[in-house]
């Protein structure tokens, strides 16, 4: 059923005037924006700063060092 309803979708993509293909690529984009975790630039820039002090001087303690690997994840 998934696939059938992807088919009938691409189908429908590839019938697209360039105008429209180019405003659902834009729509398409601002989906996957809003799956993004939602943390200020301030506050990746800090995170990053944090562990590559860490990372620089190793014998230091994180306060969210049972979360740095999900941290690095999403900083990466």
């Not at 975790?37 to 303690?61: G, M, V, W």
């Amino acid at each position: 059923m998934m696939n059938a309803t992807a088919e009938i979708l691409k189908n429908k993509i590839e019938n697209f005037s360039p105008d429209a293909l180019e405003a659902f690529a834009k729509m398409m984009e601002s989906f996957e924006e809003k799956n993004r975790p939602a943390i200020s630039q301030f506050h990746l820039d800090e995170i990053l700063y944090r562990i590559q002090f860490h990372n620089e001087n190793p014998s230091t303690k994180l306060d969210f060092y049972e979360n740095i690997s999900e941290l690095k994840k999403y900083c990466a």
